[in-house]
């Protein structure tokens, strides 16, 4: 089932996520769907913050067969890369909107999958981007938040005319 996702600058994207309790079929429930909603939406990751379900679960699929979704639930960065890259950058929830950000090129994660088991993610490239990315949601971050405050600031107007004209449309 495709979920809703929450658009900035939606003051629910800034709500810090808490702790998965327990990795059961309502959470395995959830996972399914995030990763049904990322890729009708054409996303590579999505976090459980975005559909405005305020829990620390995130999912991925940065593959070029789109067939390998992963789940990281209660996701914590063990070891970053002192090296960073700024990198292009959009958002589900910012759509249309791409700019630089500056990220670690290496990460390793920690979290637990779908079935609660605990892994290590060693991660680079455009999974270590997505990664990051995806954990500032859970963290009440949004990519828009590394930009100066002008482009913050257009960017929101932006979004903000967007939503009222899709109101009125409907």
Same mark, same amino acid.
């Given at each position: 089932?495709?979920?809703?996702?929450?658009?900035?600058?939606?003051?629910?994207?800034?709500?810090?996520?808490?702790?998965?309790?327990?990795? &059961? &079929?309502?959470?395995?429930?959830?996972?399914?769907?995030?990763?049904?909603? #990322?890729?009708?939406? %054409?996303?590579?990751?999505?976090?459980?913050?975005?559909?405005?379900?305020?829990?620390?679960?995130?999912?991925?699929?940065?593959?070029?067969?789109?067939? +390998?979704?992963?789940?990281?639930?209660?996701?914590?960065?063990?070891?970053? %890369?002192?090296?960073?890259?700024?990198?292009?950058?959009?958002?589900?929830?910012?759509?249309?909107?791409?700019?630089?950000?500056?990220?670690?090129?290496?990460?390793?994660?920690?979290?637990? &999958?779908?079935?609660?088991?605990?892994?290590?993610?060693?991660?680079?490239?455009?999974?270590?981007?997505?990664? +990051?990315?995806?954990?500032?949601?859970? #963290?009440?971050?949004?990519?828009?938040?590394?930009? %100066?405050?002008?482009?913050?600031?257009?960017?929101?107007?932006?979004?903000?005319?967007?939503?009222?004209?899709?109101?009125?449309? %409907?």
């Amino acid at each position: 089932m495709a979920l809703t996702i929450l658009c900035y600058p939606d003051p629910r994207l800034h709500t810090v996520a808490k702790p998965v309790q327990a990795v &059961d &079929d309502r959470i395995r429930q959830l996972a399914r769907d995030m990763i049904d909603t #990322m890729y009708q939406a %054409s996303g590579v990751g999505l976090a459980a913050t975005q559909v405005n379900v305020h829990e620390r679960l995130i999912v991925l699929d940065v593959s070029d067969t789109r067939d +390998q979704p992963m789940v990281l639930i209660n996701p914590e960065l063990v070891w970053t %890369s002192p090296e960073k890259k700024l990198n292009e950058e959009g958002c589900l929830s910012v759509p249309g909107i791409y700019d630089g950000v500056e990220r670690h090129l290496s990460v390793h994660v920690k979290a637990l &999958d779908e079935h609660g088991n605990a892994r290590v993610i060693e991660a680079e490239g455009l999974l270590a981007i997505c990664v +990051q990315h995806e954990m500032d949601h859970l #963290m009440g971050k949004v990519f828009v938040e590394y930009l %100066s405050l002008l482009k913050r600031n257009r960017i929101k107007t932006k979004m903000v005319k967007h939503q009222r004209e899709l109101r009125a449309a %409907s």
